[in-house]
């Protein structure tokens, strides 16, 4: 299995600009969660799924982010407009549908994100 | 929100020495885990834990669950080049039906050969 896959790996982008992180997790896992890591606030989850269905979104910062599965082998997450302060790397993870939520999350490589 | 306080934030060790790092929460948590995170990758499963007292070993790396379910250490003995990175505890917050990992922020090793 190619592991979770992320696109693209960098974005360099101006403020103001929409930004649209995608991701695919591992064939046959039905938990997907987007995480974003900043040397001051570390990993945080933003939001997971189960079953392309949204659980808990309480980590989306603000209404400037939005994220969808529209499918179970794809999921986006949009930024609109960016500004400075969402630069990060940006993570997805998959884990098992035996498994709960802690069950062994794999990660994909991240997006580091630049908004200038 | 939930913090979990992981300490030390850095260390910088000789190959062959042991190192010991540590998490601590005021809130309980049902799960600890631990993760590693080379450099320009994302996080991968080192050990997780599931029961209070629990000690648990792979290979060279030991994780404990403590006692009041607040805390948990990893040891990692015999260190080796490739164990440089940085390391994250985590914990399982339940709450209001939604589960969720919430994550220290991390310990980087250096080992020098």
């Known amino acids: 299995d190619a592991g979770v896959i992320q696109s693209p790996r960098h974005e360099v982008t101006e403020m103001g600009q929409e930004v649209t992180l995608r991701c695919k997790p591992i064939?046959?896992?039905?938990?997907l969660f987007w995480y974003r890591q900043t040397m001051m606030r570390g990993l945080e989850l933003l939001i997971y799924f189960n079953n392309n269905v949204p659980i808990d979104d309480s980590g989306m910062p603000e209404d400037r982010f939005s994220a969808k599965m529209p499918n179970a082998s794809f999921s986006t997450l949009k930024i609109q407009p960016s500004e400075p302060r969402d630069s990060a790397v940006y993570f997805c993870?998959?884990?098992?549908?035996?498994?709960?939520?802690?069950?062994?999350?794999?990660f994909g490589p991240g997006t580091r994100l630049t908004v200038l | 929100g939930q913090q979990l306080n992981q300490s030390p934030q850095s260390m910088f060790i000789q190959e062959g020495e042991d190192v010991s790092m540590n998490c601590t929460s005021s809130s309980i948590f049902n799960t600890w885990l631990w993760y590693k995170q080379d450099p320009g990758e994302g996080p991968v499963l080192l050990i997780a834990?599931?029961?209070?007292?629990e000690l648990t070993s792979n290979g060279r790396l030991t994780a404990q669950f403590g006692i009041t379910r607040k805390d948990s250490f990893l040891n990692i003995s015999a260190s080796i080049p490739s164990d440089v990175g940085i390391y994250f505890c985590a914990g399982q917050l339940i709450r209001g039906g939604s589960e969720k990992l919430v994550f220290g922020k991390g310990m980087k090793l250096t080992v020098n050969p």
């Open positions: 993870a998959s884990s098992y549908p035996s498994g709960g939520v802690t069950d062994t999350q794999y």
């Open positions: 834990l599931y029961k209070a007292g």
């Open positions: 064939s046959g896992h039905d938990y």
